[in-house]
Nanobody
Framework: QVHLVESGGGLVQAGGSLRLSCAAS????????MGWFRQAPGKERELVSA????????YYADSVKGRFTISRDNAKNTVYLQMNSLKPEDTAVYYC???????WGQGTQVTVSS
């Protein structure tokens, strides 16, 4: 059983920064992509960013390119999402997941005020 625990969300003003963390446990995550999704009220869950096991390959949604940075520490089975220049439209519950995106954490709320 895969267990994912997100943390680091909160309330921040537009232009501010937050760093999300996701600790994974329950199995080995070697060779698996890990990613961050978000879901705003009334919207579908969307993939925000993903990173390969080695970290050599990353993906960012167009809406966050240049502002968010994903990273991972395989020794700690942890993936991070550094979010800078936050905008009100970034407000959502953020979830981490492991490919093929069938396991989910409880999510962490990010609220950006204007």
């Amino acid at each position: 059983q895969v267990h994912l625990v997100e943390s680091g969300g909160g309330l921040v003003q537009a232009g501010g920064s937050l760093r999300l963390s996701c600790a994974a446990s329950g199995r080995t995550f070697s060779n698996y992509y890990m990613g961050w999704f978000r879901q705003a009220p009334g919207k579908e869950r969307e993939l925000v960013s993903a990173i390969s096991w080695s970290g050599d390959s990353t993906y960012y949604a167009d809406s966050v390119k240049g502002r968010f940075t994903i990273s991972r520490d395989n020794a700690k089975n942890t993936v991070y999402l550094q979010m800078n220049s936050l905008k009100p439209e970034d407000t959502a519950v953020y979830y981490c997941s492991v490919a093929p995106w069938v396991y989910w954490g409880q999510g962490t709320q990010v609220t950006v005020s204007s």
